[in-house]
């Protein structure tokens, strides 16, 4: 599976500024690419356009060699899936049936759920180590584990590109760290993700490519270990950072930690 992307340019009207310039890159199978960069910069527009929720832009986005623009919803549904960020919901839905919810291009218009869908629904479960909340109220459960449940729904959906809007946004730092580690293994296990976070770490410590974004504009596509400065840190979120390494027994990562330490009133004087 590969997505390319290639002098992508979006605004929401003729009269608004670009919200998307010249945008491009690359993507394939077993890559797990970092989006980073400030809010309002464009990343979630991005993602509306190559899930095919908008198509007034410029350019071209193609999924495994193929024009998005010449593929309608359920083709792009059979390749790409979305997870949003984890919100309380207003329905207490059973876990299992939520992610059921993600087969809608399997079952047919008011048809019921089979065997062998709810089969692979708790496979999915399984997977990310929550299959024992099938019984469970989404509302019920933990934030973390709430996020898990979109990724399965998701996965039923069978495609293999996963498209992810800040997936630890609102999670307690342990939860965060559970849900990231399973993201990692769904790439090693052949999806492609593309998934974006404020958090530097994220990209050092999970992802194999990093995308920044600023102004609507690509400043840096690489490897994080390399491409992800504290110099470019800076530039992006206005912050002094000190990027080093650091060893532990998994090995030698980046860690990203601030250099002002002076937390008073006039500390940006």
Same mark, same amino acid.
């Given at each position: 599976?590969?997505?390319?992307?290639?002098?992508?340019?979006?605004?929401? #009207?003729?009269?608004?500024?670009?919200?998307?310039?010249?945008?491009?890159?690359?993507?394939?199978?077993?890559?797990?690419?970092?989006?980073?960069?400030?809010?309002?910069?464009?990343?979630?527009?991005?993602? &509306?356009?190559?899930?095919?929720?908008?198509?007034?832009?410029?350019?071209?986005?193609?999924?495994?060699?193929?024009?998005?623009?010449?593929?309608?919803?359920?083709?792009?549904?059979?390749?790409?899936?979305?997870?949003?960020?984890? #919100?309380?919901?207003?329905?207490?839905?059973?876990?299992?049936?939520?992610?059921?919810?993600?087969? #809608?291009?399997?079952?047919?218009?008011?048809?019921?759920?089979?065997?062998?869908?709810?089969?692979?629904?708790?496979?999915?479960?399984?997977?990310?180590? *929550?299959?024992?909340?099938?019984?469970?109220?989404?509302?019920?459960?933990?934030?973390?584990? &709430?996020?898990?449940?979109?990724?399965?729904?998701?996965?039923?959906?069978?495609?293999?590109?996963?498209?992810?809007?800040?997936?630890?946004?609102?999670?307690?730092?342990?939860?965060? *760290? &559970?849900?990231?580690? &399973?993201?990692?293994?769904?790439?090693?296990?052949?999806?492609?993700? *593309?998934?974006? #976070?404020?958090?530097?770490?994220?990209?050092?410590?999970?992802?194999?490519?990093?995308?920044? *974004?600023?102004?609507?504009?690509?400043?840096?596509?690489?490897?994080?270990?390399?491409?992800?400065?504290?110099?470019?840190?800076?530039?992006?979120?206005?912050?002094?950072?000190?990027?080093?390494?650091?060893?532990?027994?998994?090995?030698?990562?980046?860690?990203?930690?601030?250099?002002?330490?002076?937390?008073?009133?006039?500390?940006?004087?």
């Amino acid at each position: 599976m590969s997505l390319d992307v290639s002098n992508l340019s979006f605004s929401y #009207t003729k009269e608004s500024r670009l919200v998307l310039n010249g945008v491009s890159f690359s993507a394939k199978s077993g890559d797990l690419l970092a989006v980073l960069g400030p809010n309002g910069v464009g990343k979630s527009t991005l993602f &509306r356009c190559i899930l095919g929720f908008l198509t007034n832009y410029s350019g071209q986005i193609q999924l495994n060699g193929i024009d998005l623009k010449k593929l309608d919803s359920r083709s792009i549904a059979r390749m790409v899936a979305y997870i949003p960020q984890s #919100t309380y919901p207003v329905f207490n839905f059973a876990v299992l049936d939520l992610v059921l919810m993600g087969m #809608t291009n399997q079952i047919r218009l008011l048809g019921e759920p089979k065997a062998e869908h709810v089969e692979k629904a708790l496979k999915a479960m399984k997977s990310l180590g *929550i299959d024992k909340l099938k019984n469970a109220g989404y509302a019920e459960i933990s934030g973390g584990e &709430r996020q898990l449940a979109l990724i399965a729904r998701a996965l039923v959906q069978d495609a293999k590109i996963l498209i992810m809007d800040e997936p630890t946004a609102n999670l307690d730092y342990g939860n965060q *760290i &559970r849900v990231m580690r &399973r993201i990692r293994k769904l790439a090693d296990a052949g999806y492609l993700i *593309i998934l974006s #976070t404020h958090n530097p770490e994220h990209a050092f410590l999970y992802a194999n490519r990093v995308l920044v *974004i600023k102004d609507g504009c690509v400043i840096a596509d690489g490897i994080p270990s390399a491409d992800l400065t504290a110099e470019l840190i800076g530039t992006v979120y206005g912050v002094k950072v000190h990027v080093d390494d650091y060893q532990n027994i998994a090995g030698v990562h980046k860690i990203c930690v601030p250099v002002d330490t002076d937390y008073s009133d006039n500390a940006d004087d």
